[in-house]
């Protein structure tokens, strides 16, 4: 019998524990050894009923998917879930932890299915391009309705054990899974309950088959925001099959459907995306043994936009926050931006209503920067000049306690000479946040040249404590994500001085899945950011600084590359933008011509790739799934295609090269001549995923 499932008869009660840590993942082994256990169970006389349990943290979290793209090992899910089904004797789920993926399926194929009131069920395939391929479409409908189905299976979000309960996912909240499912299984046993199969109850599908508008009402409701994106789509046609096909007839419909997706760029991109995240939070180059450093409370220094929304981060995740200002006025004002945010949220239902003033409570705003001296960690988020942050730095130098870990939030400057005003530089790194900060998923851990590894780790724990994905990265001018930003700028400067305009180009990026175009996201984050910048370094450009002195810095002057109507955010193209650029390019010399959509394309990705390429060389970034998580998580890059490094391996890397030769010989850039790293990879029919797999291993 299996060493990772076990049998044991409690009474007239079989309960089969599954123990395969960390997540008791649906290994062929595991599906083995339920199959096994199930059978024999079914085939004891004295067993009245079977409960399917697990040891450890979490009921079956999902597929070990591990084993996709592999020949597939017997026994099938489906077999397994068949087995359930055929028993004569009532099957109980016991759910604790997180039933999800085909950890759920398993439950809908037992009869009954319990779960504590913890517990989160749900099929995420979604997220990995897949749709459920083990009858997930068929039975979940069949058990919650094919309306609240379709949007559970769309979102790939999982519910909470009162809404499993509340739509007939599950059909008792217990005390303890093992113990509950059997003080179930005695009732079911006692009432001569029948048995429920999924696959032969309909009752839940006949409002919708009367009326089909109720279920294409949901289905449109739960695609709406997947442009582009093949699995979304393929999930929602997958369960209205439970409208008008033989159960039989779409299962098979279900499984040609997730064989056909698996093989999908799309989901490639997406596995790629979530086996990325995973190494990336993994710090490379520490010395065995270190460990982080306490961290009971966090000073803030800075109540503005961003200093906000860490301070939130940190709140919501329960950990006690100082957060300081120069100025009552500024304090007052960022405490009252922040308590109005938590109470939106709660408006909405994201949280309870008495969140706002629990989280508030954990804040304790203060003016001067000595405050800084209870704190284990502290972040500075102040103006992003080099004279204000060394300003900063000296007085936190002065008063912080020993120990304490100085984090500067800066998303260009240099680190190196940020921490050289301290005397303790081995304590001084990064953590750059992005904007809404409370929401943004990623932290780019930024380690200086005499950081300390325990300095290190310590924030990327503490990162990952507030649940965002912190990507470890050397330091330079931007440091991965804004470096690879700055060079799409450039070109997409460059492409309205050949011709293109911000609306075309900006079309071109939202059809390729970016949330909103480069000009668009420039008017929204305030012209200004980038003039300032630019200035402060000598630099130049035509269009971008003509447009800013003519005073139009975005959305705050509602007019920016885009004009924008009074309380609108919708970017309107604007002929006085079109007219200034012509005049900016007559000045210069420049003759303008028409601009396809993949010319843009090519001339908006492809030098980021490039640059991508560029700080791998430089081992600013670790590998290159590094900069993949970067772009997925801080910039909107559309997760089906899975970060630049992976896209640039869909394409070809020759492709690229051959193109960013032609753009640097055409348009005389040399800048866009390929980088050593590139060219070589491409001469050698080599790939980035070859490159992150040797540098993972390494």
């Given at each position: 019998?299996?060493?990772?499932?076990?049998?044991?008869?409690?009474?007239?009660?079989?309960?089969?524990?599954?123990?395969?840590?960390?997540?008791?993942?649906?290994?062929?082994?595991?599906?083995?050894?339920?199959?096994?256990?199930?059978?024999?169970?079914?085939?004891?006389?004295?067993?009245?009923?079977?409960?399917?349990?697990c040891?450890?943290?979490?009921?079956?979290?999902?597929?070990?998917?591990?084993?996709?793209?592999?020949?597939?090992?017997?026994?099938?899910?489906?077999?397994?879930?068949?087995a359930?089904?055929?028993?004569?004797?009532?099957?109980?789920?016991a759910?604790?932890?997180?039933?999800l993926?085909?950890?759920l399926?398993?439950?809908?194929?037992?009869?009954?299915?319990?779960?504590?009131?913890?517990?989160?069920?749900?099929?995420?395939?979604?997220?990995?391009?897949?749709?459920?391929?083990a009858?997930?479409?068929?039975?979940?409908?069949?058990?919650?309705?094919?309306?609240?189905?379709?949007?559970?299976?769309?979102s790939?979000?999982?519910?909470?054990?009162?809404?499993?309960?509340?739509?007939?996912?599950?059909?008792?909240?217990?005390?303890?899974?093992?113990?509950?499912a059997?003080?179930?299984?005695?009732?079911?046993?006692?009432?001569?309950?029948?048995?429920?199969?999924l696959?032969?109850?309909?009752?839940?599908?006949v409002?919708?088959?009367?009326?089909?508008?109720?279920?294409?009402?949901?289905?449109?409701?739960?695609?709406?925001?997947?442009?582009?994106?093949?699995?979304?789509?393929?999930?929602?046609?997958?369960?209205?099959?439970?409208?008008?096909?033989?159960?039989?007839?779409a299962?098979k419909?279900?499984?040609?459907?997730?064989?056909?997706?698996?093989?999908?760029?799309?989901?490639?991109?997406?596995?790629?995306?979530?086996?990325?995240?995973?190494?990336?939070?993994?710090?490379?180059?520490?010395?065995?043994?270190?460990?982080p450093?306490p961290?009971?409370?966090?000073?803030?220094?800075?109540?503005?936009?961003?200093?906000?929304?860490?301070?939130?981060?940190?709140?919501?995740?329960?950990?006690?926050?100082?957060?300081?200002?120069?100025?009552?006025?500024?304090?007052?004002?960022?405490?009252?931006?922040?308590?109005?945010?938590?109470?939106?949220?709660?408006?909405?239902?994201?949280?309870?209503p008495?969140?706002?003033?629990?989280?508030?409570?954990?804040?304790?705003?203060?003016?001067?920067?000595?405050?800084?001296?209870?704190?284990d960690?502290?972040?500075?988020?102040?103006?992003?000049?080099?004279?204000?942050?060394?300003?900063?730095?000296?007085?936190i130098?002065?008063?912080?306690?020993?120990?304490?870990?100085?984090a500067?939030?800066?998303?260009?400057?240099?680190?190196?000479?940020?921490?050289?005003?301290?005397?303790?530089?081995?304590?001084?790194?990064?953590?750059?946040?992005?904007?809404?900060?409370?929401?943004?998923?990623?932290?780019?851990?930024?380690?200086?040249?005499r950081t300390?590894?325990?300095?290190?780790?310590?924030?990327?724990?503490?990162?990952?404590?507030?649940?965002?994905?912190?990507?470890?990265?050397?330091?330079?001018h931007?440091?991965?994500?804004?470096?690879?930003?700055?060079?799409?700028?450039?070109?997409?400067?460059?492409?309205?001085?050949?011709?293109?305009?911000?609306?075309?180009?900006?079309?071109?990026?939202?059809?390729?899945?970016?949330?909103?175009?480069?000009?668009?996201?420039?008017?929204?984050?305030?012209?200004?950011?980038?003039?300032?910048?630019?200035?402060?370094?000598?630099?130049?450009?035509?269009?971008?600084?003509?447009?800013?002195?003519?005073?139009?810095?975005?959305?705050?002057?509602?007019?920016?590359?885009?004009?924008?109507?009074?309380?609108?955010?919708?970017?309107i193209?604007?002929?006085?933008?079109?007219?200034l650029i012509?005049?900016?390019?007559?000045?210069?010399?420049?003759?303008?011509?028409?601009?396809?959509?993949?010319?843009?394309?090519?001339?908006?990705?492809?030098?980021?790739?490039?640059?991508?390429?560029?700080?791998?060389?430089?081992?600013?970034?670790?590998?290159?799934?590094?900069?993949?998580?970067?772009?997925?998580?801080?910039?909107?890059?559309?997760?089906?295609?899975?970060?630049p490094?992976?896209?640039?391996?869909?394409?070809?890397?020759?492709?690229?090269?051959?193109?960013?030769?032609?753009?640097?010989r055409?348009?005389?850039?040399?800048?866009?001549?390929?980088?050593?790293?590139?060219?070589?990879?491409?001469?050698?029919g080599?790939?980035?995923?070859?490159?992150?797999?040797a540098?993972?291993?390494?």
């Open positions: 019998m299996s060493e990772v499932v076990k049998l044991a008869v409690t009474g007239h009660c079989a309960v089969i524990t599954i123990d395969a840590p960390p997540v008791n993942a649906l290994s062929a082994a595991v599906r083995r050894g339920i199959l096994e256990n199930v059978m024999a169970a079914n085939a004891d006389s004295a067993v009245q009923a079977i409960v399917i349990a040891a450890g943290r979490t009921f079956i979290a999902g597929a070990d998917i591990t084993e996709f793209g592999k020949p597939p090992q017997p026994p099938a899910l489906n077999e397994v879930i068949e359930i089904e055929g028993c004569a004797k009532p099957v109980i789920a759910i604790h932890g997180t039933a993926g085909g950890g399926e398993l439950a809908l194929g037992c009869h009954f299915r319990v779960a504590v009131a913890d517990a989160k069920h749900g099929l995420p395939e979604v997220k990995l391009g897949l749709v459920p391929g009858g997930g479409t068929q039975r979940l409908p069949r058990a919650v309705g094919p309306e609240f189905g379709v949007k559970m299976i769309v790939g979000e999982p519910i909470s054990a009162s809404e499993a309960l509340e739509h007939g996912l599950i059909d008792e909240i217990v005390e303890g899974p093992a113990d509950g059997i003080a179930f299984a005695k009732k079911v046993v006692a009432e001569q309950r029948p048995l429920r199969l696959r032969n109850d309909d009752s839940k599908l409002a919708a088959r009367a009326d089909r508008s109720l279920f294409t009402a949901a289905a449109a409701a739960a695609t709406k925001k997947n442009r582009g994106v093949n699995a979304p789509l393929a999930c929602a046609e997958a369960v209205s099959w439970t409208l008008d096909t033989p159960f039989d007839d299962l419909k279900e499984r040609e459907t997730f064989l056909r997706l698996v093989n999908d760029d799309q989901s490639k991109a997406q596995r790629h995306a979530f086996f990325a995240e995973r190494e990336a939070v993994k710090v490379r180059g520490l010395p065995k043994g270190v460990k450093r961290v009971e409370r966090v000073a803030i220094v800075g109540a503005g936009t961003m200093g906000g929304g860490i301070a939130m981060s940190f709140a919501n995740a329960g950990i006690p926050v100082t957060l300081i200002e120069t100025g009552e006025a500024q304090l007052t004002r960022g405490l009252a931006m922040m308590q109005k945010s938590w109470e939106a949220t709660a408006a909405r239902g994201g949280i309870a008495d969140e706002p003033a629990k989280r508030m409570a954990l804040i304790d705003g203060k003016i001067g920067l000595d405050n800084v001296r209870d704190a960690l502290v972040i500075e988020a102040v103006f992003e000049t080099m004279a204000i942050k060394k300003e900063v730095f000296t007085a130098d002065a008063h912080a306690k020993l120990g304490a870990v100085l500067t939030n800066t998303s260009y400057l240099d680190i190196n000479e940020i921490a050289a005003v301290t005397e303790r530089p081995q304590d001084v790194l990064g953590m750059h946040f992005f904007s809404p900060a409370n929401v943004m998923k990623l932290c780019e851990v930024v380690r200086a040249e300390a590894p325990d300095a290190l780790l310590t924030a990327t724990t503490m990162a990952n404590r507030i649940r965002k994905t912190p990507v470890v990265v050397g330091v330079c931007g440091f991965v994500g804004n470096r690879m930003l700055a060079v799409r700028g450039l070109q997409g400067e460059a492409l309205l001085k050949s011709g293109a305009l911000p609306d075309q180009v900006d079309a071109v990026l939202t059809r390729f899945g970016l949330p909103m175009g480069l000009f668009a996201m420039g008017d929204l984050a305030g012209l200004d950011i980038g003039w300032r910048s630019r200035q402060d370094r000598g630099l130049r450009w035509d269009i971008a600084d003509a447009i800013c002195e003519s005073g139009r810095l975005g959305q705050k002057t509602s007019k920016g590359y885009y004009r924008y109507e009074p309380g609108s955010r919708a970017p193209p604007d002929p006085e933008v079109e007219k012509d005049e900016t390019c007559k000045r210069l010399g420049l003759t303008r011509r028409a601009i396809g959509d993949q010319e843009i394309l090519e001339r908006m990705i492809y030098p980021m790739i490039n640059e991508g390429a560029r700080i791998l060389e430089e081992n600013i970034a670790a590998r290159p799934g590094d900069i993949d998580v970067i772009w997925l998580y801080g910039y909107g890059w559309p997760v089906h295609r899975g970060g490094m992976f896209y640039a391996d869909l394409v070809g890397l020759k492709t690229i090269v051959e193109r960013l030769e032609f753009y640097a055409s348009l005389n850039e040399p800048a866009l001549k390929p980088t050593a790293l590139l060219a070589r990879l491409a001469r050698e080599s790939s980035f995923a070859s490159l992150n797999a540098r993972t291993a390494g």
